[in-house]
């Protein structure tokens, strides 16, 4: 057994051993099982006319002056001191190798172990390069990485570009455990307005479907005085516009509101089981409703979940009742509303690219407590 040091002296290793654990934030224990490590991989490689393959060998080393002892012999045996002459020398330089690496790997768990606590939150960052298709921020303390099907396809990525991003994941990769963020995922507008609104962060309003206390509104709330909120939203967005409408657990009600700013909407359901449903708009109000190229109707559809034809009042209201020569109705004699769900021609919109596209969030307040 290597002799222990009297505790009344601090001896330079183990000052520099507490330097180095309080400057990395790694347990000194993991640093001394690292050199332990690292001195029995040097004693292998260096002395393998000594080293015995049938045998089990371990270092002992005092923590506080830094002597070390190579101990080995048979696994159920008792184990002798084989320390070779000058080992220090010659396996220093390999020793030091395997050390710095333990506590780089000691000091990125660390590390991980701080942002995984993080997780599902925002982060800002500094694009620092690309690695293929693959863009490497920088997030602080740590390196980050987005894939590929978390970037959003409008936005150009550049170096030293600083960005907010959601940190989505940490994950084993081929290169090891590394941190994930995104700028596409759903969670980052829902963080986004976390951090500017009050009322979302402590919970009074809540993103889509969940309910708030009487009397607060939800979409004032959200947008903020003179759009403040949600214009700050935006910026973190790249300039991505964001349209909050106010969430109702009927249907045609959130069909109707999720048109907006198209007023006096009258919405049917047509089929409950394919989710199809008719909105008749005033016929000034029939752009806002469609939208440029038909983007309000399809972002429509798609925070509804509804299949949407949209037709304007006067188009509905000429559909008429004609009787047949025998007095009887034809097969257009049909209530005017459901002729025309069956004339009504879906007006189908574009494929637009990612950047004409916008962000529909839907709020909805408590209507009495939940």
Aim: charged share 25%.
């Amino acid at each position: 057994m290597v002799p222990p040091t009297p505790r009344t002296a601090r001896t330079e290793f183990a000052s520099a051993l507490a330097q180095v654990a309080h400057e990395r934030g790694i347990n000194p224990e993991v640093i001394l099982e690292s050199i332990k490590a690292a001195l029995t991989a040097a004693f292998r490689k260096d002395y393998p006319q000594i080293f015995n393959v049938d045998w089990t060998y371990e270092v002992e080393m005092d923590p506080i002056s830094g002597e070390y002892k190579v101990f080995g012999g048979a696994a159920d045996g008792k184990k002798s001191d084989v320390t070779p002459p000058g080992f220090g020398r010659i396996a220093a330089q390999t020793a030091k190798q395997v050390i710095l690496q333990k506590i780089r790997e000691a000091e990125k768990n660390a590390v991980l172990g701080e942002y995984e606590k993080r997780l599902k939150t925002l982060v800002t960052g500094m694009v620092l390069r690309f690695d293929g298709s693959n863009v490497i921020v920088d997030v602080g303390k740590s390196e980050a990485v987005m894939p590929v099907q978390e970037k959003v396809p409008s936005e150009n990525y550049h170096i030293n570009q600083r960005l907010t991003f959601y940190l989505e994941d940490i994950r084993e990769t081929m290169k090891g455990r590394e941190i994930i963020i995104s700028r596409a995922s759903k969670g980052l507008v829902e963080a986004l307005f976390k951090r500017e609104v009050p009322e979302v962060n402590n919970g009074s309003v809540q993103i889509k479907a969940i309910s708030s206390p009487p009397g607060v509104d939800p979409v004032g709330s959200c947008v903020g005085q003179k759009g403040v909120r949600v214009q700050a939203v935006i910026n973190d967005l790249s300039g991505e516009k964001v349209d909050i409408i106010q969430w109702s657990d009927d249907p045609v009600k959130f069909i109707a509101n999720s048109l907006s700013p198209a007023q006096g909407v009258v919405v049917k359901i047509t089929s409950t089981k394919k989710l199809i449903a008719l909105a008749i708009v005033p016929d000034d109000q029939l752009s806002l409703a469609i939208g440029r190229d038909g983007q309000n109707v399809r972002l429509a559809s798609k925070l509804t979940g509804y299949k949407i034809d949209v037709t304007g009042a006067s188009q509905a209201n000429s559909k008429t009742i004609k009787p047949t020569k025998k007095g009887k109705k034809s097969d257009d004699a049909k209530d005017p509303v459901e002729a025309q769900e069956e004339a009504i021609t879906e007006k189908v919109a574009p494929e637009v690219s990612k950047s004409q596209e916008e962000t529909p969030v839907a709020v909805s307040p408590d209507k009495g407590g939940s």
